[in-house]
């Protein structure tokens, strides 16, 4: 709050001075960048409006003078985030039209990877509490990260003519993802450092030659729904486990309810807690489970590997399979993890930290020139994109679908 004096004298004559409290200009935008940074760092419902408001040292009454609810500053902070993006966007092509695609294509991934460094605390906001807003507003944000797509699709087509529509699509989406990718974890570098690394990054995927893609007519008799061939699961706990990662991702953490779990794994509610204390220990469940079967993967894609590199690659394909085998797990991993109690939340972020590791020893061991930071980035970007572009394809399990993915991991991994 700006304090000015006010000067008033007493009967007597005496001078005395009055605090004047005068309301920042900025007050709006005060309050949605602090909802924003607690949004994406702890989740839309885990945040209150007292809580921001006290942040920044007003009263709830106050905060709603400026917005109505909660969700209208989910809203704001979302919109402003990919406004924002685009403005970067729009403004680098602005009056770029008569120079070479190399060039505007450059200037626009400088602009683009400086926008989302400067909004790192916030860049990821749409990506993980996107499925909160009603769909008119989805739908609006989902537009400019499409409009900013095709504003690097446009330029590498020129550059690359070669390139289909689909293939400059999946580059450009490919190039957002790994930018956004730094909103996943808190990794640190110095900026200038991690401008280079990124830029490098984004020159990689954009280089990259596409295996073929799937026939737009093609059939895919396994669309990754997470169904698992064979037989069906008989014991009620990892039933319980199936369904709940399902809801989780269907509705969100916070809107799933044990009843609804439970009918899903044909379980009253009851009987639910006999295996699970509370819906936080199932969603821990969920996120060991998934743990465990990713060490398993790890610890055989090592086993056969022939070399550094060939275990990067190794692992990608595994990593790869796992996911799109189990979409959901995945998409609710990287939701849901700020819901879990405290020391559940800590002791799973150690657990991704190892297995992280694994792949920056590689990396490093690739390519020399790298240190364990600027390798992790790497690693997150390579991870980050099998979910955006797994959603951006429907996870979808046929081979040419996975291979175009294996393609640009191993490119960010490896800077072919």
Request: with cysteine.
């Amino acid at each position: 709050m700006e304090v000015t004096v006010a000067r008033t004298s007493t009967a007597a004559g005496a001078a005395t001075e009055r605090p004047i409290r005068r309301r920042p200009k900025n007050r709006k935008a005060q309050i949605a960048n602090v909802a924003a940074e607690a949004f994406s760092e702890r989740g839309y419902h885990a945040v209150g409006v007292d809580e921001i408001a006290a942040t920044i040292g007003i009263s709830g009454p106050a905060l709603y003078r400026h917005y109505p609810n909660k969700y209208a500053l989910l809203v704001h902070a979302a919109t402003t985030t990919a406004d924002a993006l685009q403005a970067a966007a729009d403004g680098a092509l602005d009056g770029m039209a008569e120079r070479e695609p190399g060039d505007r294509l450059d200037h626009l991934i400088s602009a683009l990877v400086a926008n989302t460094i400067e909004n790192r605390k916030v860049a990821g906001l749409y990506r993980w509490e996107g499925r909160y807003l009603e769909a008119e507003d989805r739908t609006r944000i989902r537009d400019v990260f499409v409009h900013v797509t095709q504003c690097v699709a446009g330029p590498l087509r020129e550059l690359r003519p070669e390139l289909t529509s689909v293939d400059a699509t999946t580059l450009g989406a490919s190039t957002l993802s790994v930018m956004g990718s730094i909103s996943a974890h808190r990794t640190t570098l110095a900026t200038r450092r991690l401008d280079a690394l990124l830029k490098s990054a984004c020159e990689s995927i954009l280089r990259a030659t596409l295996p073929p893609a799937v026939p737009a007519d093609g059939r895919n008799t396994d669309t990754g729904t997470g169904a698992v061939r064979g037989l069906a699961v008989t014991s009620k706990r990892e039933l319980l486990i199936n369904e709940a990662v399902k809801i989780f991702d269907r509705h969100g953490y916070h809107d799933s309810s044990i009843e609804e779990i439970g009918a899903a794994a044909g379980i009253n509610a009851s009987s639910v807690y006999r295996h699970f204390p509370s819906k936080a220990d199932l969603l821990a469940a969920v996120f060991y489970r998934a743990s465990d079967r990713l060490a398993v993967a790890t610890s055989a894609a090592l086993s056969t590997a022939t070399g550094p590199e060939d275990a990067l690659r190794t692992l990608a394909e595994s990593y790869l399979e796992l996911s799109f085998r189990n979409p959901e797990v995945l998409s609710v991993y990287f939701a849901e993890i700020g819901n879990l109690p405290k020391n559940e939340r800590t002791n799973l972020r150690n657990v991704q930290r190892l297995h992280v590791e694994e792949w920056v020893h590689l990396v490093t061991t690739v390519r020399s020139e790298l240190s364990a930071p600027e390798a992790r980035f790497l690693v997150h970007a390579a991870l980050g994109l099998v979910l955006d572009i797994g959603r951006l394809v429907h996870f979808d399990t046929r081979e040419e679908s996975r291979a175009r993915l294996h393609t640009l991991m191993t490119a960010v991994l490896l800077g072919h």
